[in-house]
């Protein structure tokens, strides 16, 4: 079978490949998935550049989100059969024609879900309503987040909404602001603007900001400190632009603030059971009623992985990059 491989880690849109591998064959409690279509996440392209929590043994597959038709199973499962269309956020070297998983990862996808919204039904979407579910908000309550723009900022605003959660966006510059309310998106200010913070007090009307959302590093972590109310919390959840925080001391004094992190995968591994059934829940009821959506912004074959892996960095992209065996 074919499979996106590298041999060393670095820039993605230099090193993946496509190669020949052996099928995998499911062991007890595994099933081998035929890859239909796969996502393309930020966690994946630090992995294969090394920089991520995670980092494989060389050479290694890449992928971890697709959607598949089960084409065999392994010794003891009894909960998902040969023919059944099933999603996975969790196996690693789905960006391959087959690939085996747990079958307790794997979740049935409904049929009135496409292909390309059951491609990224995990691991984005399941990390926003974790997140907005780990937080001690209450519908009136304000949350503010960098990144707006990004998967999870949109999910998490159009979340937040549906639960009667306000949420501030910030961006990076003043055309995503725009590209945003094309989606129906509000509550977004720019931070390329002087008097961007004065934007914010104004969406709010002096309602205190109790959490923030940093995804970016570097400076854009302190610019999110600064909005937050006494006693707010910061959660950082990524590091898009810098592995390093940039905040001033006397917020975090004077507010008398908490940091924490937020990593979806320990996350979800740790979760009740019960818990992670009711957010996957919530989440095909938001889908089902147009309140969450997950666009499309381009399909790439396995030859164009490079490409599509590029095209993933590109500002003003609507959607998610998907991969097509």
């Known amino acids: 079978m074919r499979a996106v491989m590298h041999q060393e880690f670095g820039d993605p849109a230099k090193v993946l490949t496509v190669e020949e591998i052996d099928t995998p064959e499911p062991g007890p409690g595994e099933v081998r998935v035929r890859t239909l279509l796969a996502s393309i996440h930020n966690h994946d392209l630090w992995t294969i550049r090394g920089s991520y929590g995670f980092k494989p043994d060389l050479p290694a597959r890449a992928g971890?989100?697709?959607?598949?038709?089960?084409?065999?199973?392994?010794?003891?499962?009894?909960?998902?059969?040969?023919?059944?269309?099933?999603?996975?956020?969790?196996?690693?070297?789905?960006?391959?024609?087959?690939?085996?998983?747990?079958?307790?990862?794997?979740?049935?996808?409904?049929?009135?879900?496409?292909?390309?919204?059951?491609a990224q039904l995990v691991s984005m979407p399941f990390?926003?309503?974790?997140?907005?579910?780990?937080?001690?908000?209450?519908?009136?309550?304000?949350?503010?987040q960098n990144a707006a723009n990004g998967a999870v900022g949109r999910m998490v605003a159009q979340l937040g909404r549906a639960r009667g959660i306000n949420v501030v966006g910030l961006v990076r510059r003043a055309a995503a602001v725009g590209e945003l309310a094309g989606q129906?998106?509000?509550?977004?200010?720019?931070?390329?603007?002087?008097?961007?913070?004065d934007q914010v007090a104004a969406l709010t009307a002096g309602a205190p900001i109790t959490f923030g959302v940093d995804s970016v590093g570097g400076r854009a972590s302190g610019e999110v400190m600064s909005l937050l109310a006494e006693n707010g919390v910061l959660v950082v959840f990524g590091a898009m632009q810098s592995p390093t925080m940039e905040i001033a001391s006397g917020d975090v004094i004077f507010k008398q603030a908490t940091i924490r992190g937020f990593w979806g995968s320990t996350v979800n591994r740790t979760m009740p059971h019960d818990q992670r059934r009711a957010l996957f829940g919530e989440l095909l009821q938001r889908i089902g009623d147009g309140s969450l959506t997950l666009p499309v912004d381009a399909i790439h074959p396995f030859d164009d992985v490079r490409a599509a892996a590029a095209a993933n960095a590109e500002p003003g992209r609507s959607g998610k990059v998907l991969l097509r065996p």
């Open 127 to 144: 990390s926003a309503i974790s997140l907005l579910a780990s937080l001690d908000l209450a519908p009136g309550d304000w949350l503010v």
């Open 64 to 118: 971890t989100e697709a959607v598949g038709i089960v084409d065999a199973v392994g010794e003891g499962v009894d909960r998902l059969a040969v023919g059944q269309r099933v999603a996975s956020g969790g196996a690693f070297g789905a960006w391959a024609e087959q690939f085996v998983a747990p079958a307790g990862g794997l979740i049935p996808v409904p049929d009135g879900i496409p292909d390309e919204v059951a």
């Open 184 to 197: 129906g998106i509000g509550n977004v200010v720019a931070t390329d603007a002087d008097d961007w913070s």
